[in-house]
Each structure stands twice: as structure tokens, then as C-alpha cells.
């Protein structure tokens, strides 16, 4: 069974920039959407983006509207690893960022979509 473990987190100003990562195990997750959320406590689960493969080693994202432009996701199918590349950071984006894997054919944009979690890292913004 893939598991993920994702790594990165820690505190950064507002306006910084913080890359997180996220390596799977288990199996490969090449044909998998892999995703990123975030949570703050007392909060459901929001997603952030993902990544789709559209056909071999062909990709897509999709991105929640209050971060695009700043955050980009990326993979390395060879390493497993999913990343979420974050820039200009907001002082509200302090959270628990957690990654996501689904087999479904369409990118879900709710959490209960996804079958494989992460333990999360945690991001804070601080000046």
C-alpha cells in the first residue's frame, strides 16, 4: 500500500518562500492525482492543487483560485515525490499541509476523494 510522507515545513515571513515535499512509498504513484491541502485547526481540509497525468509522462495541475500564481506543484516520477513550491506566502496561509493521492479519473477537489494521506508538516507565517 503507497504511503506519503511529506517534509518541509517550518516557519517563514509573509511574502517568503517555502518548497515542501512529498515521497511516496509502497508503490509508485506516477498514474496517481496527487494533491495538496492544507487544514488549520477547527477547519475542514482545503485543497490547494494537484497534479493529474493525462497520458505517459504528460501532466496537468489545477489550483485553488487564492493561490495560483503563487504556488506550483510539481513531481519526479523517478523519486516518487510530489512537490508544492509556495511563493509570496500570506500570513493566513499558517497551516497543516498535507499531501493526497487518488486513482480517480478526475481531479477531486474534496478530501474525502482521496484514499492516501500524508501525516502532514506544518507551515507557519510569522513576522
Known amino acids: 500500500q503507497v504511503q506519503l510522507v511529506e517534509s518541509g515545513g517550518g516557519l517563514v515571513a509573509p511574502g517568503g518562500s517555502l518548497s515542501l515535499s512529498c515521497v511516496a512509498s509502497?508503490?509508485?504513484?506516477?498514474?496517481?492525482?496527487m494533491a495538496w491541502f492544507r487544514q488549520t485547526p477547527g477547519m475542514q481540509r482545503e485543497f490547494v492543487g494537484a497534479?493529474?497525468?493525462?497520458?505517459?509522462?504528460?501532466?496537468?495541475?489545477k489550483y485553488a483560485d487564492s493561490v495560483k500564481g503563487r504556488f506550483t506543484i510539481s513531481r519526479h516520477n523517478a523519486k516518487n515525490t510530489v512537490y508544492l513550491e509556495m511563493n509570496n506566502i500570506k500570513l493566513e496561509e499558517t497551516a497543516g499541509y498535507y499531501c493526497?493521492?487518488?486513482?480517480?479519473?478526475?481531479?477531486?477537489?474534496?478530501?474525502?476523494?482521496?484514499?492516501?494521506w500524508g501525516q502532514g508538516t506544518q507551515v507557519t507565517i510569522t513576522s
Open positions: 509502497g508503490g509508485p504513484t506516477s498514474r496517481y492525482i
Open positions: 493526497a493521492g487518488t486513482t480517480a479519473s478526475t481531479t477531486p477537489l474534496s478530501p474525502e476523494a482521496y484514499t492516501v
Open positions: 497534479s493529474t497525468r493525462i497520458g505517459g509522462n504528460v501532466y496537468t495541475t
